[in-house]
């Protein structure tokens, strides 16, 4: 009796249908998730999720995954690389979703017209901004209304020997608002407009020029980020991820700004991040199950308490979850810049596009 008694306990035990789920992300985020996981099987105890984390080339991974036909049944994707798989027929359409999230991250998320994931968050850039600098050199801190002519002269009046006013890198990514704010872009049927090209000559200018931006052999080896961090840098275009980072380790008071208006406004570019399920998978109704759970605003509230995303959801970005009274002062300024941020355009050969732009714009830039 103990035997047959182990034995259906054993077969009662691989009745569990197992999912993989792959994803990348920090140490701080993966111990966000993981317990949301294993609440997940906790409430679903039918459902097993192997979790698949892959910190490092992740796309590339998951490329020889599907090449392999062994993907994942849920993939955490980008709208960077989401045309990619969506062109190629291997991630299923989704419908079915709670309304509650920004359209500009549905948008992001969405090829021709379909979604393929559901986001959970939103990614856009500000100007961190360095208080202390301003209030030393007695410069008003920027304002909603303040345009690219006005961002020059602050930046100018801001450096000095030892800080530059405004940081910069050579990644489209950085350089993106300065296009789009201005009627441009980097796609290879934008870049040669007179708007684009008049954008890349302001921005490469704020170092070759005006000197207000730090040359390579002038950062060295330090980041955008530790030149800021150390008061090397004024003012830094960054996203929300180095929220975290700048609490704990900047030793001035600081706040965001939105980015200076071009001619077209401030606009910069939307990205977002979100739960895909490989068409390919053989349990998809527990692959939903997953990514409703993982989008739900309880499980969104515990990613963003981390301070490290803009949440997708509006009902938590528009909470005390994320308007928490913590540094940056001014938060609302990554929600008031949505209705205005376009989603980055991306096409099915968007890695090749960008690795010929930074082969391009290296002289331009140096």
Excluded at 67 to 75: G, K
Excluded at 90 to 107: G, R, W
Excluded at 322 to 339: R, W
Excluded at 352 to 365: G, I, P, Q
Aim: aromatic share 12%; charged share 25%.
């Amino acid at each position: 009796m103990a035997i047959s008694f182990l034995l259906c306990g054993c077969a009662a035990k691989n009745q569990n249908t197992v999912i993989e789920f792959a994803s990348w992300g920090s140490k701080s985020e993966v111990d966000i998730l993981k317990p949301l996981l294993e609440d997940f099987e906790k409430e679903n105890s039918d459902i097993k999720v192997e979790f698949m984390h892959i910190p490092q080339n992740y796309f590339q991974k998951i490329h020889l995954l599907f090449a392999s036909n062994t993907a994942p049944d849920v993939i955490f994707i980008n709208n960077l690389y989401l045309p990619v798989y969506a062109n190629a027929g291997v991630l299923e359409p989704l419908n079915n979703f709670d309304d509650n999230f920004y359209p500009q991250a549905l948008e992001a998320l969405s090829f021709k017209g379909q979604l393929y994931a559901i986001p959970r968050d939103v990614s856009n850039l500000v100007i961190f901004y360095n208080k202390d600098i301003f209030d030393k050199k007695h410069i008003p801190y920027p304002s909603k209304t303040w345009n690219l002519n006005d961002f020059l002269q602050t930046a100018q009046k801001l450096t000095d020997k030892n800080t530059f006013g405004i940081s910069f890198e050579e990644d489209p990514l950085f350089y993106l608002p300065y296009l789009m704010s201005n009627g441009g872009g980097f796609l290879p049927d934008e870049i040669n407009k007179s708007e684009s090209q008049k954008s890349l000559n302001f921005y490469a200018d704020l170092r070759k020029k005006y000197h207000v931006a730090p040359k390579n052999s002038e950062s060295a080896s330090a980041t955008m980020a530790q030149m800021f961090l150390q008061g090397r840098l004024a003012m830094y275009l960054s996203g929300r991820w180095m929220v975290p980072k700048i609490r704990e380790e900047a030793g001035f008071d600081w706040d965001i700004a939105q980015f200076p208006n071009g001619t077209k406004g401030s606009i910069v570019q939307l990205d977002a991040s979100g739960w895909a399920v490989s068409k390919s998978s053989k349990h998809k109704k527990e692959a939903m199950k997953l990514v409703e759970y993982l989008s739900s605003k309880d499980s969104i509230e515990k990613f963003t308490k981390s301070g490290l995303i803009v949440p997708a959801r509006e009902d938590v970005a528009n909470s005390s979850v994320f308007l928490d009274g913590e540094k940056p002062e001014h938060a609302n300024v990554f929600l008031d810049i949505i209705s205005s941020s376009e989603p980055t355009p991306v096409s099915v050969d968007y890695r090749e596009v960008l690795d010929n732009l930074k082969m391009k714009m290296e002289a331009r830039f140096n």
